[in-house]
Nanobody
Framework: QVHVVESGGGLVQAGGSLRLSCTAS????MGWFRQAPGKDREFVAS????????NYTDSVKGRFTISRDKGSKAVFLQMNSLKPEDTAVYYC?????????????????WGQGTQVTVSS
C-alpha cells in the first residue's frame, strides 16, 4: 500500500499563485489531476521517478510547473496566473513505473485531494 498526501490548496484571486505539495511513502513517477464539479477528473501534470521528464495538459502549459528534488518523495505543483477555470479539487497520484504519464488509468494510488478555488 502506498500512502499519498496532498496539501497547499486554498482560495486565491485570479492572477494569483498557489503551490501544492504531495508526499508519497516511496519514490515513484507521480501526477496531478483535477476534478471540477460536474466534470470528469482530468490530467494536469506528471513527473518521472527521477524528475528528468515532465508533461502537462495544454491548458496549464506556461503557468504550472511540476517539480521534485532528486531522491525526494515529495512533488510540487507551482501554479501561477491562476484562472477561475482552474477551480477544482486537485489530486496527487502515484504511478508504479518510472516514466511520467498523462493516462489516468495508469495511476494506482491516489490522495484525498485538496481544494483550489480561484475567484474572479
Amino acid at each position: 500500500q502506498v500512502h499519498v498526501v496532498e496539501s497547499g490548496g486554498g482560495l486565491v484571486q485570479a492572477g494569483g499563485s498557489l503551490r501544492l505539495s504531495c508526499t508519497a511513502s516511496g519514490i515513484y513517477a507521480m501526477g496531478w489531476f483535477r476534478q471540477a464539479p460536474g466534470k470528469d477528473r482530468e490530467f494536469v501534470a506528471s513527473i518521472s521517478w527521477l524528475g528528468d521528464s515532465t508533461n502537462y495538459t495544454d491548458s496549464v502549459k506556461g503557468r504550472f510547473t511540476i517539480s521534485r528534488d532528486k531522491g525526494s518523495k515529495a512533488v510540487f505543483l507551482q501554479m501561477n496566473s491562476l484562472k477561475p477555470e482552474d477551480t477544482a479539487v486537485y489530486y496527487c497520484a502515484v504511478r508504479l513505473g518510472d516514466k511520467a504519464s498523462g493516462w489516468r488509468l495508469e495511476y494506482r494510488y491516489w490522495g484525498q485531494g485538496t481544494q483550489v478555488t480561484v475567484s474572479s
